[in-house]
């Protein structure tokens, strides 16, 4: 693989990095090859926001199962932060970013699903859409529908998704009809605002937790039957007082260390716990026989990236969440946009909690 080396823009020092796509590896670049430059964020260590650096690299064109992307704009995660911080350990150095919309340029052989020119998004490994152009596997690449705008497409598709699975395949014992209570925490985030109307759609009676009042107020616009303020009211209690006692088929949580114990006294035997995200931190190590003694409780630790492990899958999934967007009956809202080199000031928000609904970096 030919390195290059990348410029320093607004911030960070000069480094090299490889150029991307397959046919890097080909002597004769110049033949075989288009080189083009981006922007990117990349991190050279783990670390605060402030490993957060721009540089500029050189993208080349896409080899066999690849498509070279331009970004349109560029959605922001949480999974972002935990793969800059360390939480989940990755190689270096790492351009980040999970999903993306944008236009297709090129496809590499085998590609079929995609034509250059075509409208597109993505929430796909590996980390890398934090950039103005990019070469990446194209089993993930969705085509995105006319109606849907890139921005909309840039914000939805890692938190869509997530929604998709958790509500729609990552079900307690016997199913959910309509009527069932459900308990998700962060409800007015982004992935919490999308999932807060489809269960409206879905019949269900979805639970919102939050920690301002302006915030459960915002569930509550979106579709959650009820809202909980957890930082002035016990959760646990008002639960119970919601489900009559009964407590909830299922909670859908990604807060972590801060609502895990409780979330477990929250639901009806046989109940599910179901942990997507560590916002406050990862979970402590509990004995099982605990879920005994609550009542046979079930608990998963869910990802995404195992539900889009398939071409098949991933359209599968992308083609219900287009079809809620594009019906009206969930709403992407896109709270807060900041600049490509304003990533820093992206992440401290993010986690300060200062944000609701999605964030994209524009372009």
Same mark, same amino acid.
């Given at each position: 693989?030919? @390195?290059?080396?990348?410029?320093?823009?607004?911030?960070?020092?000069?480094?090299?990095?490889?150029?991307?796509?397959?046919?890097?590896?080909?002597?004769?670049?110049?033949?075989?090859?288009?080189?083009?430059?981006?922007?990117?964020? #990349?991190?050279?260590?783990?670390?605060?926001?402030?490993? =957060?650096?721009?540089?500029?690299?050189?993208?080349?064109?896409?080899?066999?199962?690849?498509?070279?992307?331009?970004?349109?704009?560029?959605?922001?995660?949480?999974?972002?932060?935990?793969? #800059?911080?360390?939480?989940?350990?990755?190689?270096?150095?790492?351009? $980040?970013?999970?999903?993306?919309?944008?236009?297709?340029?090129?496809?590499?052989?085998?590609?079929?699903? =995609?034509?250059?020119?075509?409208?597109?998004?993505?929430?796909?490994?590996?980390?890398?859409?934090?950039?103005?152009? #990019?070469?990446?596997?194209?089993?993930?690449?969705?085509?995105?529908?006319?109606?849907?705008?890139?921005?909309?497409?840039?914000?939805?598709?890692?938190?869509?998704?997530? @929604?998709?699975?958790?509500?729609?395949?990552?079900?307690?014992?016997?199913?959910?009809?309509?009527?069932?209570?459900?308990?998700?925490?962060?409800?007015?985030?982004?992935?919490?605002?999308?999932?807060?109307?489809? @269960?409206?759609?879905?019949?269900?009676?979805?639970?919102?937790?939050?920690?301002?009042?302006?915030?459960?107020?915002?569930?509550?616009?979106?579709?959650?039957?009820?809202?909980?303020?957890?930082?002035?009211?016990?959760?646990?209690?008002?639960?119970?007082?919601?489900? @009559?006692?009964?407590?909830?088929?299922?909670?859908?949580?990604?807060?972590?260390?801060?609502?895990?114990?409780?979330? =477990?006294?929250?639901?009806?035997?046989?109940?599910?716990?179901?942990?997507?995200?560590?916002?406050?931190?990862?979970?402590?190590?509990?004995?099982?026989?605990?879920?005994?003694?609550?009542?046979?409780?079930?608990?998963?630790?869910?990802?995404?990236?195992?539900?889009?492990?398939?071409?098949?899958?991933?359209?599968?999934?992308?083609?219900?969440?287009?079809?809620?967007?594009?019906?009206?009956?969930?709403?992407?809202?896109?709270?807060?946009?900041?600049?490509?080199?304003?990533?820093?000031?992206?992440?401290?928000? =993010?986690?300060?909690?200062?944000?609701?609904?999605?964030?994209?970096?524009? $372009?």
């Amino acid at each position: 693989m030919l @390195a290059n080396v990348t410029k320093k823009l607004h911030f960070g020092r000069k480094t090299s990095n490889p150029v991307h796509g397959n046919m890097a590896k080909h002597f004769n670049l110049e033949k075989f090859m288009t080189l083009q430059t981006s922007r990117a964020i #990349r991190i050279d260590q783990h670390g605060g926001p402030e490993q =957060l650096k721009l540089v500029e690299v050189s993208v080349g064109d896409p080899g066999a199962g690849e498509v070279r992307i331009r970004h349109h704009a560029v959605g922001l995660n949480f999974i972002d932060v935990y793969q #800059r911080s360390g939480l989940y350990p990755m190689a270096m150095p790492l351009q $980040l970013g999970m999903e993306a919309a944008g236009v297709i340029e090129a496809v590499g052989a085998g590609v079929t699903h =995609l034509q250059p020119g075509d409208r597109a998004a993505y929430a796909s490994q590996p980390p890398g859409s934090y950039c103005d152009v #990019r070469v990446m596997p194209a089993k993930s690449v969705c085509k995105l529908p006319d109606a849907i705008s890139f921005e909309t497409g840039a914000a939805m598709m890692l938190k869509g998704l997530t @929604a998709q699975y958790l509500l729609k395949r990552t079900q307690p014992q016997g199913g959910l009809q309509p009527g069932d209570f459900v308990l998700f925490h962060a409800a007015a985030g982004g992935v919490g605002l999308i999932a807060c109307q489809w @269960a409206k759609a879905m019949g269900l009676q979805l639970i919102g937790t939050a920690g301002s009042d302006a915030k459960c107020a915002l569930a509550l616009a979106n579709g959650a039957a009820f809202a909980i303020n957890y930082s002035t009211e016990d959760f646990l209690a008002r639960v119970k007082d919601i489900t @009559a006692g009964r407590g909830v088929k299922v909670v859908y949580d990604s807060v972590g260390k801060d609502t895990w114990d409780k979330s =477990l006294d929250c639901l009806q035997p046989f109940g599910l716990m179901a942990s997507f995200g560590n916002a406050s931190g990862p979970v402590p190590p509990f004995a099982p026989g605990i879920l005994g003694a609550k009542g046979s409780l079930y608990v998963t630790r869910q990802t995404l990236f195992t539900h889009i492990a398939t071409r098949e899958s991933t359209q599968a999934m992308a083609d219900d969440l287009f079809a809620v967007v594009s019906s009206g009956q969930v709403n992407i809202h896109i709270d807060q946009r900041f600049p490509l080199e304003e990533v820093q000031q992206a992440h401290r928000d =993010l986690e300060a909690r200062k944000t609701t609904g999605c964030t994209v970096l524009t $372009l």
